[in-house]
């Protein structure tokens, strides 16, 4: 061993003990052996971490893995649809159809635009349309031009195409002289692999732009259900589009709630759905007009966000139906309906909260005592999140109070008006921290000085620390 030692007390010992489980030829410095011992090291490190258990993937981590999962099963939708290929022929316009089999609904407005756009500005490639035998037992597989056929993609372009060959003037058009559009065929005749080949084709040709919405989803579930005993079935067809369209978790369960509606339901939830697209319900006032202007005027759609979807998936669908014929006429919001459902569903997390705290068996118990107290007004403005500083939620130190006799003395007026002060609070040391400029900051500096002076001279309420907490651990041990 060749050695140019340059090292002295614990370095020498370390180079030493590497060097002798490493039977090389060494001509190193310093550095180079902190470089093997690293290496080592990092080795190690990589064998030990094998054994460790895998961390929770993240959302977009889960969306991606289930997306790769759906593309690479042998058994999937979409390995199906790259076996059924029969090949490509140009086919008359007249032995063409849109697909009935297909549960998205047509947008007649979209079909207008379409065939204005064509008359304007032509583009040849984007009219090539997927489609399936009309007919499968009577399919020729050598005269492809002879058969008729289904549109699945391309179904807008068709009617396009055919509101302009009414008009005699599709044949005006380059390369459709012949009266003949060039098609892809496809095999497939399950209603499944229909529906998929239509999301699957929007949502190549989007390119990340108007790619199919969770409105599509819904669609294509309503459609199944109408036609499919075994909602299980039905189910996980809807599933593999939601994974392969990369759709949240929560997106997927509120489909699985929809899947639970009954069918009558379901169409005017779809009826719904297809309005509030096209800014025809209360929900597109005339603010919401007004942002939206241009995406009015190139014709895309008005999609619910996933908030607004999820919670609507949430509610009962007897209390949807009551309400159904209320929002399409446009007496009531889509939003102010899914609103005021999960008003009524918070509100019973927070009375069984109180039952809880107050040891009762249920709710009318609790108001038979304090009548005055926990109205639904009342519960509906206690927050059940903890405040700033605190270490019960507001809701936890009403119940308290009430109970343990600290605030009987006082009204309920003054108890929600401590509560309110605890909320302007936090808003206030919120946007203390956030402001830029110094003298703002010492404006809201004095505000909060200001309410902190009030709230000890309302109700023993206003103590948000010590006090209610051991009160809350001797009600809710």
């Given at each position: 061993m060749t050695t140019r030692l340059m090292m002295k007390g614990p370095s020498l010992n370390a180079f030493l003990s590497v060097a002798r489980k490493c039977p090389t030829v060494v001509t190193t410095s310093f550095s180079d052996a902190v470089d093997i011992i690293a290496d080592k090291t990092k080795r190690k490190r990589k064998s030990e971490s094998k054994n460790q258990p895998s961390k929770r993937l993240k959302k977009p981590e889960r969306i991606e893995k289930y997306f790769k999962l759906e593309v690479s099963d042998p058994e999937g939708v979409e390995h199906a649809v790259a076996t059924t290929g029969k090949g490509r022929a140009d086919i008359p316009i007249d032995h063409l159809a849109v697909c009935e089999r297909v549960h998205l609904p047509i947008d007649e407005g979209k079909v207008r635009q379409l065939a204005l756009g064509m008359i304007e500005r032509f583009e040849p490639t984007s009219i090539y349309l997927t489609v399936v035998p009309a007919v499968q037992e009577d399919f020729d597989p050598i005269n492809l031009e002879r058969n008729r056929y289904e549109v699945v993609h391309g179904r807008h372009r068709l009617s396009a195409l055919k509101f302009l060959h009414q008009e005699g003037r599709m044949t005006s058009l380059p390369t459709l002289e012949g009266g003949t559009v060039t098609c892809y065929i496809l095999g497939m005749s399950d209603e499944i692999g229909l529906n998929y080949l239509t999301l699957r084709g929007n949502d190549l040709a989007a390119k990340m732009v108007n790619k199919p919405s969770i409105h599509d989803l819904f669609y294509t579930l309503q459609g199944l259900s109408q036609i499919y005993s075994d909602q299980e079935l039905v189910m996980k067809a809807i599933t593999r589009y939601a994974n392969l369209q990369k759709c949240s978790d929560a997106q997927k369960a509120a489909l699985r709630s929809f899947s639970k509606w009954s069918k009558d339901a379901l169409k005017k939830a779809k009826d719904v759905l297809v309005k509030y697209e096209r800014f025809q319900l209360k929900d597109a006032d005339d603010a919401v007009m007004k942002k939206h202007a241009r995406e009015i005027k190139e014709g895309k759609k008005f999609i619910c966000s996933s908030e607004l979807f999820i919670g609507l998936a949430r509610m009962p669908f007897n209390s949807f139906e009551e309400n159904a014929e209320d929002i399409l006429s446009e007496k009531l919001s889509l939003k102010e309906v899914v609103k005021s459902n999960n008003l009524k569903l918070e509100r019973k997390k927070k009375e069984a909260k109180i039952v809880e705290l107050a040891g009762f068996t249920s709710m009318e118990n609790v108001r038979s005592l304090y009548p005055e107290k926990f109205t639904e007004?009342?519960?509906?403005?206690?927050?059940?999140?903890?405040?700033?500083?605190?270490?019960?939620?507001?809701?936890?130190?009403?119940?308290v109070c009430v109970f343990k006799g600290d605030t009987d003395t006082q009204s309920t007026a003054k108890e929600l008006e401590v509560i309110d002060l605890e909320?302007?609070?936090?808003?206030?040391?919120?946007?203390?921290?956030?402001?830029?400029?110094?003298?703002?900051r010492e404006l809201l500096k004095q505000d909060i000085s200001s309410v902190q002076a009030k709230l000890p001279t309302l109700n023993p309420a206003a103590k948000v620390s010590d006090p209610y907490a051991s009160q809350l651990m001797r009600a809710n041990p």
């Amino acid at each position: 061993m060749t050695t140019r030692l340059m090292m002295k007390g614990p370095s020498l010992n370390a180079f030493l003990s590497v060097a002798r489980k490493c039977p090389t030829v060494v001509t190193t410095s310093f550095s180079d052996a902190v470089d093997i011992i690293a290496d080592k090291t990092k080795r190690k490190r990589k064998s030990e971490s094998k054994n460790q258990p895998s961390k929770r993937l993240k959302k977009p981590e889960r969306i991606e893995k289930y997306f790769k999962l759906e593309v690479s099963d042998p058994e999937g939708v979409e390995h199906a649809v790259a076996t059924t290929g029969k090949g490509r022929a140009d086919i008359p316009i007249d032995h063409l159809a849109v697909c009935e089999r297909v549960h998205l609904p047509i947008d007649e407005g979209k079909v207008r635009q379409l065939a204005l756009g064509m008359i304007e500005r032509f583009e040849p490639t984007s009219i090539y349309l997927t489609v399936v035998p009309a007919v499968q037992e009577d399919f020729d597989p050598i005269n492809l031009e002879r058969n008729r056929y289904e549109v699945v993609h391309g179904r807008h372009r068709l009617s396009a195409l055919k509101f302009l060959h009414q008009e005699g003037r599709m044949t005006s058009l380059p390369t459709l002289e012949g009266g003949t559009v060039t098609c892809y065929i496809l095999g497939m005749s399950d209603e499944i692999g229909l529906n998929y080949l239509t999301l699957r084709g929007n949502d190549l040709a989007a390119k990340m732009v108007n790619k199919p919405s969770i409105h599509d989803l819904f669609y294509t579930l309503q459609g199944l259900s109408q036609i499919y005993s075994d909602q299980e079935l039905v189910m996980k067809a809807i599933t593999r589009y939601a994974n392969l369209q990369k759709c949240s978790d929560a997106q997927k369960a509120a489909l699985r709630s929809f899947s639970k509606w009954s069918k009558d339901a379901l169409k005017k939830a779809k009826d719904v759905l297809v309005k509030y697209e096209r800014f025809q319900l209360k929900d597109a006032d005339d603010a919401v007009m007004k942002k939206h202007a241009r995406e009015i005027k190139e014709g895309k759609k008005f999609i619910c966000s996933s908030e607004l979807f999820i919670g609507l998936a949430r509610m009962p669908f007897n209390s949807f139906e009551e309400n159904a014929e209320d929002i399409l006429s446009e007496k009531l919001s889509l939003k102010e309906v899914v609103k005021s459902n999960n008003l009524k569903l918070e509100r019973k997390k927070k009375e069984a909260k109180i039952v809880e705290l107050a040891g009762f068996t249920s709710m009318e118990n609790v108001r038979s005592l304090y009548p005055e107290k926990f109205t639904e007004d009342v519960i509906d403005k206690l927050p059940v999140q903890p405040q700033a500083l605190s270490s019960a939620s507001s809701l936890e130190k009403y119940t308290v109070c009430v109970f343990k006799g600290d605030t009987d003395t006082q009204s309920t007026a003054k108890e929600l008006e401590v509560i309110d002060l605890e909320q302007d609070l936090d808003e206030l040391r919120t946007l203390c921290v956030r402001a830029r400029r110094k003298n703002v900051r010492e404006l809201l500096k004095q505000d909060i000085s200001s309410v902190q002076a009030k709230l000890p001279t309302l109700n023993p309420a206003a103590k948000v620390s010590d006090p209610y907490a051991s009160q809350l651990m001797r009600a809710n041990p």
